[in-house]
């Protein structure tokens, strides 16, 4: 019997509830994360979408951003989604003067990217490793203006105004997806997510 990793998903903001299910129906003994002692006891860490801005306010004021950057730092594994993708990353334009991140990810991200809310779209995308094409439910999205060399690129837009642009990337146990998996019933992205958890405790 496989043994299921402890994820936490940060529950301050944002999709907490379909991130929960998600790794639930992927394996994973998914938690809501609030308190540094609950980041304690987790293997790893899912960061929703939401609001950056919002969630970055939050950890600061629960106590969460300076454990949180350590056990990032440390090698513990973190998937961010969306609003996740911005505080994974190591670079920001277009933040706001109070902008905080956990960072991590060596890569400059663009917030609100593909638009307002009215610009939020839903498209097919290749996804390195998967056999078939994900649907990707993007809302205000941010995308990837430039990935390090230890960062891999894992999905790219296919076609469209922002055709080419980075929306999936992974740097070890660091992954960020532009879009919203959790929000599709597509399981895959949060497997991969769970089989690194795995990996990275072998």
């Not at 529950?11 to 992927?26: F, N, T």
């Not at 300076?66 to 961010?80: I, N, S, W």
């Not at 990707?136 to 941010?142: D, L, T």
Request: net charge negative; hydrophobic share 45%; with cysteine.
């Amino acid at each position: 019997m496989s043994f299921a990793p402890v994820v936490g998903v940060l529950g301050l903001q944002g999709d907490v509830r379909e991130h929960v299910a998600a790794l639930s129906a992927a394996g994973a003994d998914a938690v809501r994360v609030r308190r540094a002692s609950e980041l304690d006891d987790v293997d790893a860490i899912v960061i929703p979408g939401g609001e950056s801005t919002t969630i970055g306010k939050l950890l600061v004021a629960f106590d969460l951003l300076e454990p949180l950057q350590k056990r990032v730092r440390a090698g513990m594994p973190a998937y961010g989604s969306c609003a996740g993708m911005i505080l994974l990353a190591d670079r920001v334009l277009d933040g706001t003067a109070d902008q905080v991140a956990v960072g991590g990810l060596d890569i400059t991200v663009r917030r609100n990217a593909f638009g307002r809310q009215v610009d939020s779209f839903e498209g097919d995308i290749d996804f390195a490793g998967l056999r078939s094409p994900l649907h990707a439910v993007f809302i205000r999205a941010p995308w990837v203006e430039d990935a390090g060399e230890s960062v891999q690129v894992l999905a790219k837009v296919g076609d469209g105004q922002a055709a080419g642009r980075i929306v999936a990337v992974r740097q070890g146990p660091l992954m960020a997806t532009s879009f919203h998996p959790e929000l599709t019933g597509d399981l895959r992205v949060h497997q991969l997510f769970v089989q690194i958890v795995k990996e990275q405790q072998l």
